[in-house]
Nanobody
Framework: QVQLVESGGGLVQAGGSLRLSCAAS????????VAWFRQAPGKEREFVAA????????YYADSVKGRFTISRDNAKNTVYLQMNSLKFEDTAVYYC?????????????????WGQGTQVTVSS
């Protein structure tokens, strides 16, 4: 069992930066692939970024590639999402998700555990 708690969201101007954190509890987190998804008002939840259990492999949606960086510190049971050059269209609730397997996927149903989400609002 893995429990996830996101933090770090907030209001930022376009062009600014935020770093989201996903703190996990549970004995299997260090063996779990983790992803960030987001959901904007009136839209479906979409994949943002994912990282393998040791951090050796990362994946990004085309819309955030080059601007966002996912990383993890297994000693702290935490995954991060560094978001730079934020755009208005990045406004959404950001969710952290973990799966019982070590390699990530980009689809929601591939993940077993979800956090409650953190709001990111980018003002234009």
């Amino acid at each position: 069992q893995v429990q996830l708690v996101e933090s770090g969201g907030g209001l930022v101007q376009a062009g600014g930066s935020l770093r989201l954190s996903c703190a996990a509890s549970g004995p299997t987190f260090s063996r779990s692939a983790v992803a960030w998804f987001r959901q904007a008002p009136g839209k479906e939840r979409e994949f943002v970024a994912a990282i393998s259990f040791r951090g050796g492999s990362t994946y990004y949606a085309d819309s955030v590639k080059g601007r966002f960086t996912i990383s993890r510190d297994n000693a702290k049971n935490t995954v991060y999402l560094q978001m730079n050059s934020l755009k208005f269209e990045d406004t959404a609730v950001y969710y952290c998700a973990a799966r019982a397997l070590s390699l990530p996927v980009t689809i929601m149903r591939g993940y077993d555990y979800w956090g409650q989400g953190t709001q990111v609002t980018v003002s234009s």
